[in-house]
T-cell receptor, first 115, second 114 residues
Framework: AQSVTQLDSQVPVFEEAPVELRCNYS??????LFWYVQYPNQGLQLLLK??????LVKGINGFEAEFNKSQTSFHLRKPSVHISDTAEYFC?????????????FGTGTRLQVTL | NAGVTQTPKFQVLKTGQSMTLQCAQD?????MSWYRQDPGMGLRLIHY???????DQGEVPNGYNVSRSTTEDFPLRLLSAAPSQTSVYFC?????????????FGNGTRLTVT
């Protein structure tokens, strides 16, 4: 069975500082990886996804993530955060044979950006 | 373009009551699903549907029923509400049930069972 671990439940950071949100996964087969963002009182929306090819994936709002197969990680990064990036971020994994029905989410990381 | 619409936004139920959470999408998506979101537990899949007339169970289906009579609608029924079902419920849809189709989420229904 696949699983996702987000090691940090909360990450406080000052505006314009860099940030990294960590995600590790486990799966017995090849996987597809996603980051979703949830702004307050809203549903989730897709930030970026890794399906194949280049291990560095760029998403919306200046975020990027790097797939590392040997470390089974898919950490999310942004070089300079803005107040508007304050949100909860979810890492998710879908298995190779899978459908969206097999999308497994992590427990989320709350990013709090302050001045 | 409305996307995925969930109603109601908030609901309070007494233990044992029944209710239906509504979900509708106007994107002609084949795949629809229901998740519940609880603090510290992320999102967990309750039920999903890959097309009209086809439904299947997810990770936490007990206490919930679904049906899919049309492509657009995917209601979630609580037959006899329990306090353990207090949660935020999200409906999500995608073009097809593959890894390559991102999920589109509604804004959620916050349910409290007393």
């Amino acid at each position: 069975a696949q699983s996702v671990t987000q090691l940090d439940s909360q990450v406080p950071v000052f505006e314009e500082a860099p940030v990294e949100l960590r995600c590790n996964y486990s799966s017995s087969v090849s996987v597809y990886l996603f980051w979703y963002v949830q702004y307050p009182n809203q549903g989730l929306q897709l930030l970026l996804k890794y399906l194949s090819g280049s291990t560095l994936v760029k998403g919306i709002n200046g975020f990027e993530a790097e797939f590392n197969k040997s470390q089974t990680s898919f950490h999310l990064r942004k070089p300079s955060v803005h107040i508007s990036d304050t949100a909860e971020y979810f890492c998710a994994v879908s298995d190779f044979t899978g459908t969206a029905s097999k999308l497994t989410f992590g427990t989320g990381t709350r990013l709090q950006v302050t001045l | 373009n409305a996307g995925v619409t969930q109603t109601p936004k908030f609901q309070v139920l007494k233990t044992g009551q029944s209710m239906t959470l509504q979900c509708a999408q106007d994107m002609n998506h084949e795949y629809m699903s229901w998740y519940r979101q609880d603090p510290g537990m992320g999102l967990r899949l309750i039920h999903y549907s890959v097309g009209a007339g086809i439904t299947d169970q997810g990770e936490v289906p007990n206490g919930y029923n679904v049906s899919r009579s049309t492509t657009e609608d995917f209601p979630l029924r609580l037959l006899s509400a329990a306090p353990s079902q207090t949660s935020v419920y999200f409906c999500a849809s995608s073009y097809e049930s593959t890894y390559n189709s991102p999920l589109h989420f509604g804004n959620g229904t916050r349910l409290t069972v007393t």
